[in-house]
């Protein structure tokens, strides 16, 4: 890894509160990890209790004082999302850090129960939903965060409100999708950010480089894909090295509301997390603010 800020960069946090959506595995495991090992009580958000009790079991392990417990959540599932929200409540009176890191990538088309397309549904509509049903534990918390983790692949989405979930497959690709839904969730952190001025708490984003977890898996599907692994298995980081990003947005005394972390190295793709540009599609206020509207009217959730 280029040097630069590391894990070892994270302050003690002990007190602290924090939500990790898909913190089963990969960069989503690492990051909860990563918070747990600072002193923060971490919630592992995730849709599959097996899975997350053996995340948490790993956890525990390696850190035996480490304060972790398992909530469901399917973010596929605003039925879902609200109880997650309901439970939280009841059993926290504050959220510091918010990390909406799970996410679907390159599917089939789908939708999720809600019937939208299952990309947006699960990487946006699910955290924007989120976020607005934990907003008043957000605020209630001196100096939290919300990150959302996003790729370097929201510089190829496009946001076409006439077409917005590929109604029926219609011009649908997996690549389409899932780089439209990582577009929305800068815009939704971006405009987030700008909603949040004047309060203690700040909207930040990440993303992980090129990162080896089981969220690529379906790109071995492509012949083409198959033919670059080698090249794709150097470039890319551990999951580890790509969780750092959304700790530095999570953690860093110095981050301020609105930054975007990423490597810094060959390609954007590995290195330490530094400060960095996203497209300009992605700071387009006048997108961000329909993107905002049409987010409240499919899931019902407003924002104070």
């Given at each position: 890894?280029?040097?630069?800020?590391?894990?070892r960069?994270?302050?003690?946090?002990?007190?602290?509160v924090?939500?990790?959506?898909?913190?089963?595995?990969?960069?989503?495991?690492?990051?909860?990890r990563g918070l747990?090992?600072k002193?923060?009580?971490?919630?592992?958000?995730?849709?599959?209790?097996?899975?997350?009790?053996?995340?948490?079991?790993?956890?525990?392990?390696?850190?035996p004082?480490?304060?972790?417990?398992v909530?469901?959540?399917?973010?596929?599932s605003?039925?879902?999302?609200?109880?997650?929200?309901?439970?939280?409540?009841?059993?926290?009176?504050?959220?510091?850090?918010?990390?909406?890191?799970?996410?679907?990538?390159?599917?089939?088309?789908?939708?999720?129960?809600?019937?939208?397309?299952?990309?947006?549904?699960?990487?946006?509509?699910?955290h924007f939903?989120?976020?607005?049903l934990l907003?008043?534990?957000?605020l209630?918390?001196?100096?939290?965060?919300?990150?959302?983790v996003?790729?370097?692949?929201?510089?190829?989405?496009?946001?076409?409100?006439?077409?917005?979930?590929f109604e029926?497959?219609?011009?649908?690709s997996?690549?389409?999708?899932?780089?439209?839904?990582?577009?929305?969730?800068?815009?939704?952190?971006?405009?987030?950010?700008?909603?949040?001025?004047?309060?203690?708490?700040?909207?930040?984003?990440a993303?992980p480089?090129?990162?080896?977890t089981?969220?690529?898996?379906?790109?071995?599907?492509?012949?083409?894909?198959?033919?670059?692994?080698?090249?794709?298995?150097?470039l890319?980081?551990?999951?580890?090295?790509?969780?750092?990003?959304s700790?530095?947005?999570?953690?860093?005394p110095k981050?301020?509301?609105?930054?975007?972390?990423?490597?810094?190295?060959?390609?954007?793709?590995?290195?330490?997390?530094?400060?960095?540009?996203?497209?300009?599609?992605?700071?387009d206020?006048?997108?961000?603010?329909?993107?905002?509207?049409?987010?409240?009217?499919?899931?019902?959730?407003r924002?104070?």
């Open positions: 890894m280029s040097r630069g800020w590391s894990a960069g994270l302050p003690d946090l002990s007190g602290k924090s939500v990790v959506t898909g913190a089963n595995s990969g960069v989503g495991f690492e990051t909860a747990a090992r002193g923060v009580h971490t919630i592992l958000a995730c849709r599959d209790r097996v899975r997350a009790e053996a995340a948490r079991h790993r956890v525990m392990a390696e850190i004082d480490a304060s972790c417990e909530m469901l959540l399917d973010l596929a605003l039925d879902s999302v609200r109880r997650f929200a309901r439970e939280f409540g009841v059993s926290h009176d504050r959220l510091d850090i918010l990390v909406n890191n799970a996410g679907v990538m390159l599917v089939p088309y789908d939708t999720t129960r809600d019937g939208f397309e299952m990309h947006l549904g699960a990487n946006h509509l699910g939903a989120l976020t607005g907003i008043d534990r957000l209630a918390s001196p100096g939290s965060r919300v990150v959302t996003t790729s370097a692949a929201h510089r190829y989405g496009r946001m076409d409100f006439e077409n917005l979930m029926g497959g219609s011009g649908y997996p690549f389409r999708a899932y780089a439209r839904s990582k577009l929305a969730n800068l815009l939704f952190g971006y405009e987030l950010q700008r909603r949040l001025v004047g309060s203690d708490s700040r909207a930040l984003a993303h480089g090129g990162t080896a089981n969220l690529g898996r379906r790109m071995t599907e492509r012949p083409l894909y198959r033919t670059l692994l080698p090249f794709f298995e150097w890319s980081q551990s999951p580890a090295q790509g969780a750092l990003p700790l530095r947005a999570a953690t860093d981050a301020m509301g609105g930054q975007f972390y990423g490597p810094r190295g060959l390609l954007g793709m590995r290195g330490a997390p530094v400060v960095v540009q996203p497209s300009p599609s992605a700071t206020e006048a997108v961000a603010r329909r993107l905002w509207k049409v987010s409240e009217e499919l899931t019902d959730v924002f104070p």
